[in-house]
């Protein structure tokens, strides 16, 4: 990609930091155009001949991920789990929103290209919102899993690669380094009840101060007022316990809640349903940093543990294995966060969610 | 770009120091110094160029190289790299000495004399005050006003663009609290290549964001030799200000003067400043009758029957007397004011918004 390319006058720049200063810099400051003193594309980062310094890992990508297409547009990557077929990828890819029936379904006709070999024939078998992770299964045989990484340690500074775009049958690396502290990503969780909570003052429960539309509350019947005193059979008296709850469930999923109306204890089961269903249509401002970041993941943040790396890859890049000089997968890419900053689970992560989703499919 | 060997370059005076200092930093900071410890006062060196930097591009055994001297250097480099804090953003900067001098950049520190607030890696705030900016290139400095022996890194001596060690290719890496300080994650790592040079600009393609302004750019040895100054829209462009810009203004900077007229920081205009409340004649001061709530008042908690009592130290009873105090304040300038309120007195600091 040349976008290096400058005109007479030189580019716009957005200023980095401090919000309310930079905003008048976006449209004032020009840098001065560069001479000749600029390397060429293919010595850069993302250029042609530092990417071939990475044929070896190149090949691993190749041979053992898979790319997942629909409509021959690909729309994310996987790691392969198993010799006949069972694919580990992120979830949330694999659906589509129709923002008119506000519902999310699966992606229909998905195809998986796997080194030049084409499989049409794509289930999903399980998956988890808690870790936006799915496995999907192809009729395969004699495939090469992919090779976990020993240590769950990554020390910051290690190159890691993951896969570029992409032709049918020729794989691009994308390359970059760990970057920061593995860490658990706070944000919104994925699925909610579509209540506002406040804890009563004498902590005798929680009260509903609001009930969202659309919500799993509102057709349970829940009003604002009622005192939440039961939660999928534990008292709660802290707006952490619920939270903590509903961490772990998965959207669909029922909770039994037991709450106080009118001096009397009702007793009412409330569907979870994923967030962005209920919060459809809601416009969410969009930060300085989103702005100049261009498209993200959409779902970027609450990840139990995430490793954080500076490989900018695109939202349709995610769910491949991210792997080391070594070739061994280190994690699973999952978000790109912003234009600094992508996120990927661990292995160690990773495999042990592979394990409890496995545990759930039906033999 | 011409050619210049290391052995070529004058030595600058703040580099001599800095080796003396380096050295008792080995001693008191150990922990720090770790990968160091075998340098002496007596062996210090000039860091070797490291040899993949003239190679057009690497091989598979320099990649290894490469994340070696990265994996090497990137502690003494982050430990030494800081959160800046002042008003309600955030920007990050660099200490170049022992006792607490501060890189950044001009838009972060946006002006001279102003109390901030730094940032260690650990989550240990220090006071501090902005000194000097350059405005016109994105230069600025800030000292730790605490006492104390803090972390700091090297600076690339090189006084001009054709003297400075970094040449077009060399492999680069940025750290940044990108989007503000987080703990948890601490500042962020990135690696590129000095892709482009200009009089006052360098390019490299470390990817930045909104938080790393006035970051560090590192030389593979872990020497300073750029702060983050901005980026373009596409995730390659990133521009920042080479280290040799600071040489040039030093002196000035270290004193306290703004110097230049932008854009990357306006001088303060006297009179500019905005409270955001109405005002009338009360018993004992001035009775706040209305409060903006986005304007300095608001956001410092002033509320409606509010008693005016005192501005800047001094009793107040008419208004004229507060106008005198803003016709020599300037947006940004801090206001203290006593206010009475349910019987008690509160001292408030106000942060002057812009009229």
Redesign the interface.
């Known amino acids: ?1 040349n ?2 390319k400058l005109t007479k006058k030189g ?12 905003l ?2 976006v449209s ?2 020009q ?5 000749q ?3 060429p594309g ?6 042609k ?2 990417e ?5 890992q190149r090949m691993v990508l190749q041979q053992n991920s898979a790319a997942i297409y629909k409509n021959r547009k690909p729309i994310g990557y996987g790691v392969i789990m198993s010799a006949d077929g069972y694919i580990l990828t992120k979830r949330s890819e694999l659906f589509q929103f129709d923002a008119k029936t506000k519902k999310s379904t699966l992606k229909q006709d998905l195809k998986v290209i796997i080194d030049t070999e084409r499989y049409s024939k794509v289930t999903l078998l399980a998956s988890d919102i808690e870790w936006d992770l799915a496995i999907i299964k192809i009729e395969a045989e004699n495939l090469s899993p992919a090779q976990w990484a020993d240590s769950p340690e990554i ?5 890691v690669v993951t896969n570029g775009s992409t032709s049918k049958s020729r794989r691009r690396v994308n390359i ?6 593995a ?2 990503i706070e944000g919104d969780l994925p699925v909610m009840l579509g209540v506002a909570l406040k804890e009563t003052d004498d902590e005798s429960g929680i009260e509903i101060m609001k009930v969202s539309k659309d919500s799993g509350a509102e057709v349970a019947g829940i009003l604002k007022g009622d005192i939440l005193k039961k939660f999928d059979g534990v008292d709660v008296t802290k707006r952490e316990q619920i939270i903590d709850i509903i961490r772990e469930k998965q959207p669909g999923d029922f909770v039994e809640v037991e709450f106080l109306r009118e001096g009397k204890m009702l007793k009412q089961k409330m569907e979870l349903r994923p967030r962005k269903e209920i919060q459809a249509g809601a416009t969410i401002p969009q930060s ?2 989103d702005q ?3 498209k993200t993941s959409e779902r970027r943040n609450s990840f139990p543990m995430a490793l ?1 790396h ?1 490989i ?1 890859q695109a939202p349709r890049q995610m769910g491949g294995p991210l792997i080391n ?1 070594a070739g061994k997968t280190v994690g699973i890419n999952i978000a790109r966060a ?4 992508s996120f990927a689970i661990p292995a160690k992560e990773a495999q042990q969610i592979y394990k409890e989703m496995l545990s759930t499919i039906p033999q | ?1 011409q050619k210049h060997s290391r052995k070529n370059i004058p030595q600058s005076p703040y580099r001599t120091l800095r080796r003396v200092i380096a050295c008792s930093l080995g001693i008191t900071l150990a922990s720090i110094a770790a990968a160091q410890q075998t340098v002496t006062a007596a062996t210090i060196a000039e860091p070797e160029r490291p040899y993949f930097n003239d190679k ?5 055994k ?3 190289a ?2 070696k001297l ?2 090497l250097n ?1 502690n003494k480099a982050r430990a030494a790299t800081v959160c800046i804090q ?7 900067g660099v200490i170049v000495s022992e006792d607490g001098l501060v890189l950044t ?1 001009a ?2 520190s ?1 002006g001279v004399n102003k109390e901030v607030t730094v940032v260690m890696e650990d989550g240990k705030k220090l006071k501090a005050l902005t000194l000097g900016l350059h405005s016109e290139t994105d230069a600025a400095m800030i000292q730790i006003t605490e006492k104390g022996s803090y972390p700091f890194v090297d600076i690339d001596p090189g006084k001009e663009q054709n003297t400075v060690s970094t040449k ?2 060399d492999w680069v ?1 940025a750290l940044g609290h ?2 503000g300080f987080d703990k ?18 360098v ?1 490299t ?10 970051g560090p750019l590192f030389d593979m040895n872990g020497v300073l030799v750029g702060i ?10 990133n ?1 920042h200000v080479p280290v040799h810009v600071f040489h040039t203004h030093w002196d000035a900077m270290k004193k306290g003067d703004f110097i230049g007229q932008g ?3 306006k001088k303060p205009v006297k009179g500019s400043g905005f409270i955001g409340i109405a005002l009338e004649k009360a018993e004992n001061g001035l009775k706040v009758t209305d409060v903006d709530e986005d304007s300095a008042a608001g956001k410092a908690g002033v509320k409606i029957g509010d008693i005016l009592t005192k501005v800047e130290g001094k009793s107040i009873t008419e208004k004229k007397e507060l106008i005198a105090v803003m016709k020599v304040k300037a947006a940004g300038d801090d206001i203290n004011i006593t206010v009475l309120r349910e019987g008690k007195s509160r001292e408030l600091k106000l942060n002057l918004g812009a009229r």
């Open positions: 990609m976008t290096h580019i716009k720049n957005s200023g980095l930091g401090m919000g309310i200063l930079c008048g810099l004032c400051v840098i001065p155009a560069f001479g003193s600029s390397l293919e010595r850069r980062m993302n250029g001949g530092v071939a310094a990475f044929e070896a020390e910051q500074g290690t190159w970059g380094i760990i970057s920061a502290n860490r658990e300085r940093n100049m970041s261009g954080q500076d900018d000089l912003n234009r600094a900053e | 770009m057009k591009v690497p091989d598979a320099d990649l290894k490469i994340q990265l994996q990137k002042l008003g309600e953003g955030s920007g990050s950049a838009h972060v946006a077009l290719g890496f990108s989007g948890e994650r601490g500042s962020g790592l990135r690696l590129g290549r000095l892709v482009r040079i200009a009089d006052t600009t390019q393609d470390c990817t930045l964001i909104g938080g790393d302004s006035g983050h100054s901005r980026v373009g829209k596409v995730t390659e462009e521009m854009p990357f920081a």
